[in-house]
């Protein structure tokens, strides 16, 4: 039986050979260049991905939260782990301290005080900690401005017992508000010179910064085209989603996850309704250049117009319109990372066969 | 120790003295109209607050999916279900006919289609499911138009063996659209008036209709006033939301669920950022005529400008620039249902002191 009709929905289906040929892609660009692949777990949060990532080749893995980290490691696929994120408060240093008696850790700092709250707990604990400084190339949320900024953090950081500063990172995800590739290899490659120029800022006052640090998957290939970038992190690249497709290299047959929904209701002739809402398909807003909640695979002319929890509202062409109560759809999502987010469960299929089942461990790890 | 200092941020905060007011109003409400009431879990998904739902009084519950009734029957709080959904497909057919072992069940229909493999399943199995025609009174989701089309449905699914046509549903969301009180109000009054005009044309036609059933929290108190509706299915209400203020009645007073999260970077004199993000504060839009990912208690000034899934970046007017790394803040969600959603537990307070955790046994119950 094909796996459209064999699965229960709403749910998510993994093509596994579009999946390890991404995978493949980009630990041969790292490879190639050079660089450092240590990639985010945020997208998949599942061991048995991260096991297919370790097998192409990777340095280490990229979290965001602890959480994530203890349930890789507790899986078993956790030596080597970039907290990606300020550690901040007693019960997440507490926790970090036990994660760094399971793997090697390194975290991301931002400020003096979250340097010397980190510095004080590894000294009492007679370890020593690895730390990157965080740089704001431009997305501003999180990160110390680059330049003069980067030099200040790093002078006192360096003077702290029990830190070891590997180098810097950013997180330049604001190439994703590009409406152009032009721009965004340009908005990348102005990140990726921030972070080179504060590394060499950083050496000439006689700090070591071996470690110079981006991520992001729309910008793989043009933050690290800046000679002095040693490491990439990128994390959507597994998968793919709807808002990769803008910028022409990827289209939505290289998208390995797809949501498997049923139409379950045909109110109006441009009206279906499927069993994927915002519990499956997120809020999360299309790019900027696109309109709906999701990518209909079959149907790439029809609009998911609007979402409530259970439901996808889809606004169907009159090429469409012999769609029926009953029929199942794939819809890519806008962003993949929150989807997978939502769901306990993977569906693996190989072409048309279901060949397994993978566990979102990391699923709700937001402490 | 108090729960800001105490509890692992981000996570959701329930102060069970607003969450009984908020529950035990509601149940005032309905018996004194003399109606049904059969609360919509979706809300909290938690079998400790459907048993507090329980012994204020309710006829009932609502879901939307099987599992989340399934989950409800494995805790032990189900006896009598509305399923306020279309149950499509043989693997969804076979669930609920296990359910109907376990509980009494009722589902919507809204097409013949639905209602004839509805009918074939119970048949075969011997069984009678109760039924309630789904009306559109506006949202333009699933459902049929109110008037002769219901009709015209009704008469065919009391033609249907197995099947026990009860009355009429509806979901009237749309009334969030609604700018004011007044248009609220008129709103929820037409789609009041739709249903219990189309439940007189089925009596008039000999059909009977004892069911006429409405469900929304902010329509809760005007679509009920309209003579003939016999049953309220208000989901919101046990908590309330960002979503809730803007119509007067409910203020930050009332809101039972706040996120608890910590600032974990200060970068700039008017941005602060929280380790919540929209894998807790979901990406669900605020209402029209405010801004933002979320209510800042104790900040109403900041607005949460952006969210990335573990960042929520608050951009802080002079008077909240007080805040440093490390301080607690709490956050009320624009939608605070697929807020819920995306947790593990809700950790309840009375006062300052934390006194129990509660599991949200139907989380990501989506099929």
Redesign the interface.
């Known amino acids: 039986m094909r796996y459209r009709e064999e699965l229960?929905?709403?749910?998510l289906v993994v093509d596994i050979d579009r999946l390890e040929r991404n995978i493949a892609e980009m630990a041969a660009y790292a490879r190639e260049r050079g660089l450092a692949l240590r990639p985010h777990i945020?997208t998949h949060k599942t061991a048995e991905i991260a096991r297919l990532q370790r097998q192409h080749g990777v340095s280490g893995f990229t979290c965001?939260?602890l959480g994530e980290a203890e349930a890789l490691a507790d899986a078993g696929v956790l030596d080597d782990v970039l907290l990606a994120?300020?550690i901040?408060?007693e019960?997440?240093i507490r926790r970090l301290l036990a994660l760094m008696a399971r793997a090697k850790v390194t975290v991301a700092v931002?400020?003096v005080?979250?340097a010397e709250?980190l510095s004080r707990a590894v000294r009492e604990a007679g370890k020593t900690l690895d730390v990157l400084i965080e740089v704001?190339t431009g997305l501003?949320?999180?990160?110390?401005e680059p330049g003069e900024p980067v030099l200040r953090l790093a002078r006192e950081v360096v003077q702290m017992p029990g830190l070891r500063l590997r180098g810097l990172m950013t997180h330049e995800?604001h190439v994703g508000r590009a409406r152009t590739t032009e721009e965004l290899a340009q908005m990348a490659r102005r990140a990726g010179t921030d972070m080179v120029e504060s590394a060499e800022l950083l050496r000439r006052a006689g700090i070591s910064a071996e470690v110079v640090s981006v991520g992001s998957t729309p910008a793989a290939f043009y933050t690290t085209a800046v000679p002095g970038i040693t490491e990439m992190r990128p994390g959507t690249y597994v998968f793919y989603d709807n808002a990769s497709f803008r910028f022409g290299r990827i289209g939505p047959e290289r998208c390995a996850l797809r949501i498997l929904a049923?139409?379950?209701?045909?109110?109006a002739a441009d009206?279906a309704?499927v069993?994927?809402g915002?519990?499956?398909l997120?809020?999360?807003?299309p790019p900027p250049d696109r309109s709906g909640h999701g990518y209909v695979v079959d149907y790439p002319e029809a609009t998911v117009v609007?979402l409530?929890?259970?439901?996808g509202?889809i606004e169907l062409p009159p090429s469409a319109r012999g769609l029926?109560?009953?029929d199942r759809v794939e819809i890519i999502p806008n962003h993949v990372?929150?989807t997978v987010?939502?769901?306990?469960e993977l569906f693996v299929v190989r072409g048309e066969e279901v060949i397994g089942t993978w566990r979102v461990v990391a699923r709700?790890k937001?402490?």
Do not use: F
Not at 341 to 344: E, F, G, K, V, Y
């Open positions: 229960d929905t709403p749910c945020k965001a939260k994120y300020q901040v408060g019960q997440k931002d400020g005080e979250v709250a704001n501003n949320r999180a990160g110390v995800g049923t139409v379950i209701s045909r109110p009206r309704v069993d994927a915002s519990k499956t997120t809020m999360d807003p609007r409530s929890e259970e439901h509202v029926r109560v009953g990372c929150p987010n939502l769901q306990d709700g937001v402490r």
